[in-house]
């Protein structure tokens, strides 16, 4: 891949540090790496490879045509801001916010799964919130030949996904609530520490969190699928990293969950530990770090059309900053992405 | 109710305690009441009313007629060995293993839902397990007039679940991994502070584990009703006494939420907390020491057939101690225990 400059809105964040250390550690060659964040943020310093980077603030005209790629992981809010401005500089812009990701104008990229989709960008590319991307890797193999009907998914959810400050607060809580001491702080709508809520992000006026909606409207946009039905619970659990669901899942046709395994396995992006009887299946432990996603329990349901099995993923690794790497490295070997 | 005498197998475990506890605070009368466990236990001293209880073992010749009530709360291959004793001194015996659950002579019974199962007993009643009793009692009124086709659990199951001694190894756990260490104390299959692990119990040939496969055979025998089609995943997560529930499910007819609401609200022994948009749901830390299994999330799938809901207990309550004291009031009510 050639050494393309590369800006992260969002430098500070934990994505942003994950991402970093993903291009250390597979020596992906760089040119010039900004990174940019808050007005409080500005000023710190990153080390990466033999370099120190100072974080600048993010302000409307930092950004140039120098800036090659501009990988957007802040808020949606800012992506809205940023991401025209950088897309008028001619630059590669992926956004790992929500903003764009149902916009039909910008692609919605699982590079195994729809690469293809890569070719029809007008300078913005999104990628999909971290527990769509595992649920799609893993029954896409099984959708190519026979359609995905209907997805009952239950989440289990790490801090990670929410920032670092959420990972802070569940030590913290967890600390307390080991003293006895309720002490709840404020990084989820509800003490999290030895608990379970059924929400993430905010609720709609049907019921569902966006959360839960984001799943079913990207899964039909990266499958290409508007009819698919999928039926979302998604819950925070005191994990740190690791993404988990519960997955459910009902196909055109009969399904051997023998078969089914074997499709899975194929599918690059992802491991298969599934030797229950053994003990082997994947938990959230098992993933941090780890790129690719995990995959276990697969089995029947209760007909022949259906199929359950139990996924975990590293939410900040192949829910982010992996599958955005990825995204770049295929966009560039499609020469989708301009040289300044 | 008359002062029953009433012995406890598994006398020194948390559901005993929690079983006498609820005893004191309903002021229920008592006759004698004995507490029976391991070798290990014999000797230690329970408190009850003004009373304190030495705790004896259990042997195969230590109950007579005058037991009235026995009440088997310890493993499955105790309560086969006691039971069929206790029966033949004429003791109504209610089992909270899942040793008779399935037995066709055997009741398996949550009062609000099939009180009149305990006319046909034969000395012995069995208790659904703590995961089942939550589904069952939330989907029961509704199922009543709209048959029930499928459902789709995924559950959020606490270690209390799993015995006190579960409940100090989270602990342990969990302040080794809050200093950086992993220390894994083997009360579950694999290090369950800040992680998630899909099983619970052991698994079985056809890839589910026999808690997955006691959901399903249990809601059909308590409803009498087999061809009810369930897809069970049962997960262990790190919370102490709350077990929760992500429940999809699928009717004969149409379903309205806002009826089916109505429906869940008028069942005794169901509080509703469902107003989202105000951050009103259950959580597992909402539960502890409460009798209720608490309801919220109460939404509509893709289908109108189709409900979606959140269901929390306390497995140590209406799962477990809360269920016994009223299925023995119920046979009481019915003058289905003998007094000796």
Redesign the interface.
């Known amino acids: 891949m050639d050494a393309y400059n590369i800006t992260i809105i969002g430098g500070s964040g934990i994505v942003a540090q994950e991402f970093l250390k993903i291009l250390e550690e597979r020596d992906i060659p760089t040119g010039r790496i900004r990174l940019l964040a808050t007005h409080r943020s500005a000023g710190s310093v990153v080390h990466f490879r033999d370099q120190k980077i100072i974080v600048e603030e993010t302000t409307p005209d930092i950004l140039d045509k120098n800036d090659e790629i501009v990988f957007l992981t802040a808020t949606s809010d800012l992506s809205l801001q940023i991401a025209p401005i950088a897309k008028g500089h001619g630059s590669f812009v992926v956004d790992d916010s929500s903003a764009y990701r149902m916009d039909p104008s910008v692609p919605l990229v699982i590079p195994e799964v729809n690469a293809t989709d890569l070719e029809w960008h007008q300078g913005i590319i999104s990628q999909p919130n971290c527990t769509t991307t595992p649920l799609v890797l893993a029954l896409a193999p099984i959708h190519a030949t026979n359609p995905l009907q209907?997805i009952?998914v239950?989440t289990?959810q790490a801090l990670a996904g929410a920032g670092g400050k959420a990972i802070e607060g569940?030590?913290s809580e967890?600390?307390a609530a080991?003293a006895g001491k309720s002490e709840p702080s404020g990084v989820q709508?509800?003490?999290i520490a030895?608990?379970?809520?059924?929400?993430v992000d905010v609720?709609t006026e049907?019921?569902?969190t966006k959360e839960e909606l984001k799943m079913l409207n990207e899964t039909r946009k990266i499958l290409n699928s508007p009819d698919i039905?999928?039926?979302a619970?998604c819950?925070r659990?005191?994990?740190?990293f690791g993404h988990?669901l519960?997955i459910?899942a009902k196909f055109k046709n009969p399904i051997n969950?023998l078969v089914a395994r074997q499709q899975i396995e194929a599918m690059p992006g992802i491991t298969i530990l599934d030797e229950?009887?053994t003990?082997v299946?994947p938990?959230?432990?098992d993933c941090a770090g780890i790129d690719d996603v995990l995959v276990?329990?697969?089995?029947?349901?209760?007909?022949k059309h259906?199929l359950?099995l139990?996924a975990v993923t590293d939410s900040i690794r192949k829910g982010a900053a992996t599958n955005v790497l990825q995204i770049i490295q295929e966009a560039a070997k499609r020469n989708l992405i301009r040289k300044s």
Do not use: D
Request: no cysteine; proline share 11%; aromatic share 14%.
């Open positions: 209907h009952v239950s289990y569940l030590r967890t600390k080991l709508p509800r003490e030895f608990n379970a809520i059924p929400q609720f049907n019921g569902s039905a999928l039926s619970t819950v659990i005191p994990t740190f988990a519960s459910w969950p229950p009887e003990g299946y938990t959230p432990l276990g329990r697969i089995r029947s349901g209760n007909s259906e359950m139990w």
